[in-house]
């Protein structure tokens, strides 16, 4: 394994998926540990690092790279680790012109063991936030768990439930956030009181955006796509793990507004029929959605997988003794 002079790599942690090098060449790499840094640092080494991740979001510019250190825990078999937490009230935010910009965590991004993971958790004061707002495009993302925190986020005709990430354009959409990344996270839904289970990953106008090797356990959506201006296409969820108690999962993949050219593959859907709330399906999409479902495995009878006469493919549902292969052809 490489060691860079900064010493990325002295926490355990390297990237694994589409990870920026492009700040090695002119840009900046920054650090952040919740436990040791401080306010006042430079944020330009471990030993130096910013102890709140907003510092260094606000004096990233395209394609710099931000390493996160997870919280310390005494007792890795004591279940999640410590959070960071936002410097304020505010939820961390990035703005339209940061693109390219990766934010990484050292530890182990998701397990079944959630030890060691770099966990980000939203304020405890109630905001129409997410825990974490992408709003430019090619935002590279890894080994990061995320957890709503208060967030009454609105995702578009789902209310006031609240999200962990919320990937859109700036407000007058004059930036559209196309080919974002996210490798190796995990989003989760702690309910915070709120008696309503909330979004994982919220998408809206999104082009080409991925998800893959991911987890998501407990939400109410775990990936919900949204069309305002635009109907988001060349979306690929791959190699990815929904998980929770299907009395709070209403859908797991689902869209208002209609989704172009999607590809669901080698994921697993490792519960039985939701049941916390209409639609109470795995994945959901308007009439005017297209894509593939393949090589997905459900908690339940393949035909209940999905509603959409266009989005089509081969399933095998192999949990829990459910049915071997249906074709994705419901409606």
Not at 36 to 52: C, D, E, I, Q, V
Not at 305 to 318: E, P, R
Request: glycine share 12%; aromatic share 10%.
């Amino acid at each position: 394994m490489s060691t860079f002079p900064d010493g990325v790599f002295q926490y355990g942690g390297q990237p694994v998926g589409g990870g920026r090098y492009e700040a090695m060449w002119g840009n900046k790499v920054y650090f952040v540990d919740y436990d040791n840094g401080t306010t006042g640092a430079g944020g330009k080494s471990p030993s130096n690092a910013f102890k709140y991740l907003q510092d260094a979001i606000d004096l990233a510019t395209t394609y710099d790279v931000i390493y996160i250190r997870p919280r310390a825990i005494s007792d890795v078999t004591a279940g999640s680790p410590s959070a960071h937490l936002p410097k304020s009230t505010t939820n961390w935010s990035t703005t339209s012109t940061q693109q390219g910009l990766s934010l990484i965590g050292t530890g182990v991004g998701h397990s079944m063991s959630s030890g060691y993971g770099t966990l980000l958790q939203g304020t405890a004061t109630a905001g129409a936030t997410p825990a974490l707002y992408v709003k430019a495009p090619l935002i590279n993302i890894e080994n990061l768990s995320f957890n709503r925190g208060a967030s009454t986020y609105n995702p578009i005709g789902l209310g006031a439930v609240g999200a962990c990430v919320a990937v859109k354009g700036s407000s007058d959409l004059t930036s559209y956030p196309f080919q974002n990344t996210f490798t190796n996270c995990s989003f989760w839904d702690n309910d915070y009181g709120s008696g309503s289970k909330s979004v994982g990953l919220y998408m809206d106008d999104a082009w080409y955006l991925t998800i893959q090797d991911c987890q998501f356990i407990d939400c109410g959506y775990s990936i919900a796509i949204g069309a305002t201006a635009t109907v988001s296409q060349g979306i690929r969820i791959l190699n990815t793990d929904f998980m929770g108690l299907a009395a709070d999962i209403k859908c797991d993949i689902y869209s208002n507004g209609g989704v172009a050219n999607i590809l669901i593959a080698n994921c697993s859907f490792n519960h039985v029929l939701p049941t916390g709330g209409s639609p109470n399906k795995y994945i959901m999409f308007s009439a005017a959605s297209t894509g593939l479902v393949a090589n997905c495995w459900t908690g339940a009878a393949a035909t209940t997988i999905a509603t959409n006469t266009t989005l089509n493919g081969v399933n095998y549902s192999q949990l829990y003794g459910g049915n071997n292969i249906d074709r994705m052809t419901t409606s």
